[in-house]
């Protein structure tokens, strides 16, 4: 049963701390207090797709592209270099949990 509450805690503990990290990212621009709320739908399928950089980063430029209507451009540096940038807090944070 402690097996299963510290599983519990940690899988918890991972959406909560990614969650955070997209809603300080906030692609959108809803704010601080809708944010964690607004982006809390993708977190499952980030931890799922985490398994590399490239994987993280082809959801999240779809996620930009198709669901938010953000647009992404993968010739435009600036787009490149942010999400990246984002690909990289989310899996050191995953790391160190």
Known sequence: MLLNLNKMNDVK????????????????????????DEYAGYIPEIIQVMKNDQSLFEYLSQILANELGRGFDSTDMKHVEGLKSI?????????DI
Not at 87 to 95: E, G, H, L, T, V
């Open 87 to 95: 690909c990289d807090k989310i899996i050191r944070a995953y790391m």
């Open 13 to 36: 503990k991972t959406f909560d701390t990614i969650n955070k990290i997209v809603a300080d990212w906030d692609p959108l621009g809803v704010g601080e207090t809708i944010a964690e």
